[in-house]
DNA sequence: GTTGTCACG
DNA sequence: ACGTACGTGACAACG
């Protein structure tokens, strides 16, 4: 026998939400999004179907608040208490987690789980008959469901705890059977769904009764047979009971369709990227192993995947389109070595082992016709040159790690994750599984082993390709994967390649004397502390500086007894140490993460090659990471000597060149604010003029640096979501002074309230917000009932089109100039990117047709976006203002 | 592995 | 009553 189990989701997921809210706090993300609830329901799901081996599973939920029970009842379940706010948002929640787990899950509207979970059971109990059921809920009525081959998993106490009711088990509690529980709920009636059943009768003489006559039906046919006040109360209570009855009596005829039962198959990427998005991280490695042994039995069905071992390529295996995955373990793919390479093509799939010293593999890689589609080009490539392998960087057709970064740029870049992108019945085991992680990463395992992953690998690109493109094109997206993402690869690319040259004497000298600093720095602040602390105190640690400001000195703190420097410049007249302390921050944060903490990231070549991630950020944003050269600072003149270590060839200069105000431009576009247009259009300081037109200033007049600052804070501001807390805080003014200041800008510039008033419009309406380009950024936080996480939603509404904007527009302008370059056979290349900023090294004799090509592609880069995803350039009005600046190092830039 | 802090746009 | 500006990455300390 086989066994089915039916979940009442409703049911289950109120249960897990108190057994695991304590004290009324439930478990959050880091945004806020309450999580407790699903986080126990899936524990609690996954152990069941792991350790009780059914062979499927589906979930019913109540759909819609109003169901036929109300027709029959008016106060139907009235007198329920309210459903706990943190639980809301979390039914949306778990139905995510089923569909990412492929747990399918029904919903009807008019009906209740109840009635789905007793359709599905009868239709098992006519049709299969190598079928049986076991329903989980904690709802009682269900106990109507039992025969002698459904059951009733009710839970007890805790979350673990299961007590199995069958027709014996029913009998023994209630004396009744199934056919009966309906008759016994007529009577008793059940305050929580507001049915009154008979006034007066209670369960024991509820039992009695139907022990007797067997059903309400039978009490009432004889009725004359019953004496004294419980005949009087059976009377006035008739109509109600029979009421009650009907309602509590489960709808077994619902129309279901595409119901049907199969082996269930958990799936376990989208089931490990569905945790991670909630920050369920400790039921990873749980869940995982579960889903292992749920899935175990259906191992030896998957089909395998055919393939070749080639110890050499041969090229006349090459077609047209051939997909392609290079295994390599390595983060850093600078320093990665390659396990092997499938290639996949209509004449079959192939594996090798051994890539260099393969002159027929070099000529596929050189050959422009054969196309190569694979996941994450840029380490590909970067493995390939490593390996001196030669390749035709233009026979790279098609990046799938891009593509479904376009697609959703919340979702983590796995090769896993390209499953569940789009639907699919693939499955992909995840690298920690297959290779181990961490001490325990394994790169010698199974030949055999190896060799199929790599192939699955590239069999997953293969089969999700046309799913995505087409889902590109669907969401009109197409453009922007195909004519700026796609190409941004190559320009990256490059940029990782060249490199940053350090100046290794320079960074030794700067480590050494800043090292010595701190030294000094912490000999004189022990002296200053001389009896306050131990010999071994340790400056740099939180803990024990808060014990030594707060409560050894006894200066004043906030409640959290925050050290960070915001706080500590509140509390710098109170003692001689704060301002020691602040100054050692700085020295400690240049000495350990821009000086000495370089030196790992410098390779023989005597340069840094950072990777720059096209695919983490939300926005649509670059990051870049080991180095990270997106954050070497500039604003303290100390620490700002870090960027005398990047030096130009010794035939190149660097030149920067930095966008002015890009998203203020882009929000006076985007939001058709002509005021801020043309403050933009007439050359003026930004800043300057919104304080005019706050404090109502004439044109000609005098704006004070202390107008001007508060006007930029507000500037900021309404990119980031202005609230008038944030303001407040920042501003040191009054919330209520905050929120008139507020209004003043909103009068100012009109439009900026109706452009931020659609942009959360549509993100609500949508479901997610995007970028003039067509970016999208879905925002779930907008559908939460808490408004401190539906706030956020708003802010991320607002900020994301002007901040991915921005991003768009960068891409475009790197895009442009790089072919720029190449058609002009140009030496000159760029290498880095800082979100507002690109960096060039220029060859002196290539300087003036350089800036040229430069600053005109910067200048028109909006123009060109609108261009590129097929809109209207024309409508493009704001200028885009480029400044430029140039030096033999980093420090002399700006 | 998580937390606190701080660097950038 | 609650308690925030948006987007990142790296480091040291501390469980």
């Given at each position: 026998m086989k066994k089915i189990l039916l979940v009442d989701g409703n049911s289950l997921l109120f249960r897990a939400y108190y057994a695991s809210a304590y004290a009324g706090s439930v478990l959050k993300t880091s945004?806020?999004?309450?999580?407790n609830a699903v986080y126990s329901f899936a524990n609690m799901l996954t152990s069941l179907i792991s350790e009780r081996d059914y062979f499927d599973v589906k979930v019913a939920f109540d759909k819609s608040k109003k169901t036929f029970r109300h027709d029959k009842l008016e106060n139907y379940k009235a007198g329920r208490s309210a459903t706990p706010e943190d639980l809301i948002p979390q039914f949306q929640i778990v139905r995510e987690f089923l569909d990412s787990a492929n747990i399918s899950w029904w919903e009807k509207e008019n009906y209740e789980a109840d009635d789905l979970i007793g359709t599905m059971a009868k239709i098992i109990e006519s049709n299969c008959e190598e079928y049986e059921v076991e329903i989980l809920t904690s709802?009682?009525?269900?106990?109507?469901?039992?025969t002698d081959k459904t059951k009733i998993l009710l839970p007890k106490t805790g979350t673990s705890n299961l007590e199995l009711f069958g027709k014996e088990e029913l009998l023994i509690k209630w004396e009744v059977s199934p056919e009966n529980v309906v008759d016994l709920k007529g009577l008793m009636g059940d305050p929580s769904d507001n049915l009154k059943g008979v006034e007066g009768v209670g369960e024991k003489t509820a039992i009695k009764l139907l022990k007797e006559f067997k059903t309400i039906e039978g009490i009432y046919e004889q009725i004359n047979s019953i004496g004294g006040k419980l005949q009087e109360k059976l009377i006035n209570g008739k109509e109600s009971a029979i009421l009650c009855k009907e309602i509590a009596t489960i709808n077994c005829e619902v129309e279901i369709e595409n119901l049907n039962f199969e082996s269930i198959k958990l799936n376990l990427s989208g089931l490990v990227s569905f945790l991670e998005k909630y920050e369920m991280i400790s039921l990873i490695k749980r869940l995982s192993n579960r889903v292992g042994l749920i899935n175990k039995t259906e191992e030896s069905n998957t089909k395998k995947i055919d393939f070749k071992v080639l110890n050499e390529w041969d090229n006349s295996l090459a077609l047209n389109d051939n997909f392609i995955y290079i295994e390599s373990l390595e983060e850093n793919y600078h320093k990665g070595e390659i396990l092997g390479m499938a290639i996949l093509n209509e004449n079959g799939n192939f594996y090798l082992e051994n890539l260099k010293d393969d002159a027929e593999l070099e000529k596929f890689f050189l050959n422009k016709k054969f196309n190569k589609l694979t996941y994450d080009l840029k380490r590909t490539a970067t493995l390939l040159r490593n390996y001196e392998i030669d390749f035709a960087y233009d026979s790279f057709t098609y990046d799938a790690m891009v593509a479904a970064y376009v697609l959703n740029p919340n979702i983590t870049s796995r090769i896993q994750n390209l499953i569940n992108i789009v639907q699919t019945d693939l499955f992909l085991e995840e690298d920690e599984i297959i290779y181990g992680k961490g001490a325990k990463l394994n790169k010698g395992i199974e030949f055999e082993k190896k060799a199929i992953f790599t192939i699955e690998k590239a069999q997953i690109i293969k089969e999700t390709f046309v799913p995505i493109i087409e889902q590109l094109k669907q969401n009109n997206q197409f453009n922007l994967y195909q004519n700026i993402e796609f190409p941004l690869i190559e320009v990256l690319f490059e940029m990782e390649e060249k490199g940053i040259l350090i100046d290794k004497l320079e960074l030794d000298k700067q480590t050494a004397r800043t090292l010595n600093k701190i030294e000094e720095l912490e000999a004189k602040m022990k002296l200053i502390l001389a009896g306050d602390i131990e010999e071994n105190f340790n400056f740099s640690s939180p803990k024990q500086i808060k014990e030594l400001l707060f409560d050894q000195l006894g200066l004043p703190s906030n409640k959290k007894q925050s050290t960070d420097r915001e706080a500590l410049e509140k509390i710098i007249y109170l003692h001689p140490i704060v301002a020691l302390l602040l100054e050692h921050r700085k020295l400690t944060k240049l000495y350990s993460t821009y000086l000495r903490g370089f030196e790992k990231f410098i390779f023989a070549d005597n340069k840094v090659h950072t990777i720059f991630n096209q695919t983490l950020t939300n926005t649509g944003r670059l990051s870049s990471s080991e180095p990270n050269i997106q954050n070497i600072s500039v604003k303290d003149e100390l620490q700002k000597e870090a960027r005398k270590i990047f030096i130009s060839g010794n035939q190149t200069k660097f030149y920067s060149f930095d966008y002015s105000q890009i998203e203020l431009r882009v929000l006076a576009q985007l939001g058709q604010e002509d005021t801020l247009i043309e403050i933009f259009k007439n050359k003026r300081d930004v800043h300057t003029e919104a304080a005019r037109k706050i404090f109502d200033l004439t044109v000609d007049s005098e704006v004070s640096s202390e107008q001007r600052r508060i006007a930029k804070v507000f500037n900021f501001g309404i990119i980031y979501g202005l609230s008038d807390f944030g303001l407040s805080n920042d501003l040191k003014i009054s919330i209520i002074e905050a929120k008139n200041f507020i209004k003043d800008y909103y009068n100012s510039f009109p439009k900026l309230i109706t452009y931020k008033n659609i942009l959360i419009k549509e993100a609500s309406e949508n479901g997610y917000a995007a970028t003039y380009a067509n970016r999208r950024r879905l925002v779930p936080e907008l559908a939460s009932a808490n408004f401190l996480i539906k706030n956020f939603g708003n802010r991320i509404a607002v900020n994301m089109p002007i901040q991915g904007t921005a991003a768009d527009i960068l891409k475009v302008a790197m895009v442009n100039i790089y072919k720029s370059f190449v058609i002009e056979n140009m030496k000159s290349f760029m290498v880095a990117q800082i979100h507002d900023e690109i960096i060039f090294e220029i060859y002196d004799e290539e300087t003036e047709k350089a800036l040229n090509i430069i600053s005109k592609n910067m200048e028109k880069a909006f123009k060109d976006l609108s261009k590129i995803i097929g809109k209207k350039p024309s409508e493009i009005v704001v200028e885009l203002e480029v400044n430029a600046s140039k030096g033999e190092n980093w420090f002399e830039l700006k």
């Open positions: 945004s806020g999004i309450p999580t709802d009682k009525d269900m106990f109507q469901l039992i």
